[in-house]
């Protein structure tokens, strides 16, 4: 399967803390995203980084992308208790196909 | 806030019976996306549209599920009948382009309809 899988399934941390998750994934991509999920509500569109990008910043988030090792890293940063959310990751291929993982949840204690 | 509009938010019915979902789009988008979430899980594709055509319904139930998007632009998810099993999180998604282009577009989701079988 070409699905992106996300680890740690779950990670507990305390607001102010920094919160990594890793996602790792078997095919060729064009490109990878990350997205939130507030429990109960849609998917929020986070971060895009392309196959050629190493490293992509959005305010407290950092992306990272090695495509030799066919893996990727979200690091949010002094992390807050609205940070509470799913994480995941979605591999895109370059034939336009996107498969999102299972997801990574985050509970950031205030 | 959600800027592609699902309703119902919520729906409760018995199993064989049908249900329907509806997803109006972000205006201009050409691609309209079906998935299902089962509660702490990945979501799984169930359908694509590129503006009225069927792309990818390669995991859709045929047998008790349909959707159309008859003028490109709102589409319709139908359930019957309905199964214990269905019970899930059913979100749409829509995103701007055609093509190759595509993935690298991001998707922009609703909130969803939470379905319970009973």
């Given amino acids: 399967s070409q699905q992106g899988e996300e680890d740690p399934q779950a990670l507990s941390i305390q607001e102010g803390e920094n919160a990594t998750m890793n996602?790792?994934?078997?095919?060729?991509?064009?490109?990878?995203?990350?997205?939130?999920q507030n429990s109960g509500r849609g998917l929020v569109h986070l971060i895009l980084i392309?196959?050629?990008?190493?490293?992509?910043?959005?305010?407290?988030?950092?992306?990272?992308?090695?495509?030799?090792k066919k893996s990727s890293s979200l690091l949010i940063t002094a992390s807050r208790a609205a940070d509470t959310a799913s994480y995941f990751?979605?591999?895109?291929?370059?034939?336009?196909?996107?498969?999102?993982?299972?997801?990574?949840?985050?509970?950031?204690?205030? | 806030e959600a800027e592609v509009a699902q309703s119902p938010r919520y729906k409760i019915t018995e199993k064989s019976q049908a249900v329907a979902f509806w997803c109006d789009p972000i205006s201009g988008h050409a691609t309209l996306y079906w998935y299902?979430?089962?509660?702490?899980?990945?979501?799984?594709?169930?359908?694509q549209f590129q503006d009225e055509?069927?792309?990818?319904?390669?995991?859709?139930?045929?047998?008790?599920?349909?959707?159309?998007?008859?003028?490109?632009?709102?589409?319709?998810?139908?359930?019957?009948?309905?199964?214990l099993g269905d019970s899930a999180m059913y979100l749409c998604a829509s995103s701007l382009?055609?093509?190759?282009t595509e993935s690298?577009?991001?998707?922009?989701?609703?909130?969803?309809t939470r379905l319970s079988i009973l």
Avoid: M
């Fill in chain 2, 97 to 100: 382009g055609t093509g190759e």
């Fill in chain 2, 53 to 83: 055509s069927v792309v990818d319904d390669s995991q859709l139930p045929k047998d008790r599920f349909s959707a159309e998007r008859l003028k490109g632009v709102d589409s319709t998810l139908k359930i019957q009948p309905a199964e």
């Fill in chain 1, 50 to 68: 392309r196959s050629n990008e190493r490293e992509k910043h959005s305010g407290r988030l950092r992306v990272t992308l090695d495509t030799s």
């Fill in chain 1, 23 to 36: 996602c790792s994934y078997k095919t060729s991509i064009n490109n990878l995203q990350w997205y939130r």
């Fill in chain 1, 89 to 110: 990751c979605v591999i895109n291929t370059n034939a336009g196909k996107s498969t999102f993982g299972d997801g990574t949840t985050l509970t950031v204690k205030p």
């Fill in chain 2, 36 to 47: 299902r979430q089962i509660l702490g899980q990945g979501l799984e594709l169930l359908v």
């Fill in chain 2, 104 to 112: 690298n577009q991001p998707q922009h989701f609703g909130d969803g």
